[in-house]
């Protein structure tokens, strides 16, 4: 079986984004009106997470979200899908989905650089670029808050049902 790749409406942001910090390949669509969400699905063998009774019902493998919290929201994705990571990956930005790549030896002319926080660079610790974006990613105090939500999320197990 291949890992979902997800296409979540705009109702669902920060779900989308959360999905991104665990690994998946997950698509945010706004301003697209129903016709367009379902083509693009099907286009891209995409499986739709909404809140949208209606649009849920043209998408078979839809996912249909009731709960308007976070955490709600990701328990009731993980009783759709019990097998769902619950670990922070470098894989995704959050920010755009484009993948992430490890930064070797950053040249010191990048802009972005000046903004990392000093104990960042002091510690060494390893980049992430986004290749489409280039949004930096490293573990810090950031990561620790969302894998102690996730944590939070994911535990107990979830009920079946």
């Known amino acids: ?10 109702m669902l942001g920060r779900l989308a984004r959360y999905l991104r910090f665990l690994g998946y390949d997950t698509e945010y669509v706004r301003g697209f009106d129903d016709n367009e969400i379902v083509a693009r699905a099907r286009r891209e063998s995409r499986r739709a997470v909404t809140r949208d009774r209606k649009l849920s019902e043209r998408l078979p493998d839809a996912v249909l979200l009731t709960r308007t919290d ?10 759709a899908f019990p097998g769902l990571r619950s670990a922070v990956r470098f894989d995704r930005c959050s920010l755009c989905n484009g993948q992430l790549v490890v930064q070797e030896g950053l040249p010191s002319d990048r802009p972005e650089l000046d903004r ?3 104990e960042v660079r002091a510690l060494r610790v390893p980049l992430y670029a986004c290749a489409q974006c280039g949004h930096l990613y490293w573990e810090g105090s950031h990561t620790r808050y969302v894998r102690r ?6 535990s107990p197990e979830p009920a079946s049902g």
């Open 1 to 10: 079986m291949h890992e979902p790749r997800w296409l979540v409406d705009e």
């Open 116 to 118: 990392l926080p000093k």
């Open 70 to 79: 976070i955490a709600g929201q990701m328990q009731e994705l993980r009783v």
């Open 149 to 154: 939500r996730l944590g939070e999320w994911f």
